[in-house]
């Protein structure tokens, strides 16, 4: 099971960091990615952690977003800075695996386990 919290309102260009706590599933087995989806919207990617902790980011977030993992908490964190109006959603973790290796897969449909997502909204 992944929870999401840490959504909210914010203004733009303001910051908001998002946690995902996992339970059920050996943390440190399982690659780890953020998605976000807004309405009428695909899902997309905002990032992923490959293997040995390398973090691959959309060239949307690159430079804003940063991802980390705890795996003594068994936690994902998504650090967003700068958000613009365009990027309120829904904001989802999701784990793929059981792996041995991860390669930072930033395909929502790699994905197996997925929270229920915490909206966040960017408005003035």
């Known amino acids: 099971q992944l929870v999401e919290s840490g959504g909210g309102l914010v203004q733009p260009g303001g910051s908001l960091r998002l946690s995902c706590a996992a339970s059920?599933?050996?943390?440190?087995?399982?690659?780890m990615g953020w998605f976000r989806q807004a309405p009428g919207k695909e899902r997309e990617a905002g990032g992923a952690?490959?293997?040995?902790?390398?973090?691959t980011y959309t060239s949307a977030v690159k430079g804003r977003f940063t991802i980390s993992q705890d795996n003594a908490k068994n936690s994902l964190y998504l650090q967003m800075n700068s958000l613009k109006p365009e990027e309120p959603a829904m904001y989802y973790c999701?784990?793929?695996?059981?792996?041995?290796?991860?390669?930072?897969?930033?395909?929502?449909?790699?994905?197996?386990?997925w929270g229920q997502g915490t909206q966040v909204t960017v408005s003035s």
């Open positions: 999701a784990a793929r695996g059981p792996r041995d290796y991860c390669g930072g897969s930033m395909l929502a449909r790699e994905y197996n386990y």
């Open positions: 059920g599933i050996t943390f440190n087995r399982y690659c």
């Open positions: 952690i490959g293997s040995r902790g390398i973090v």
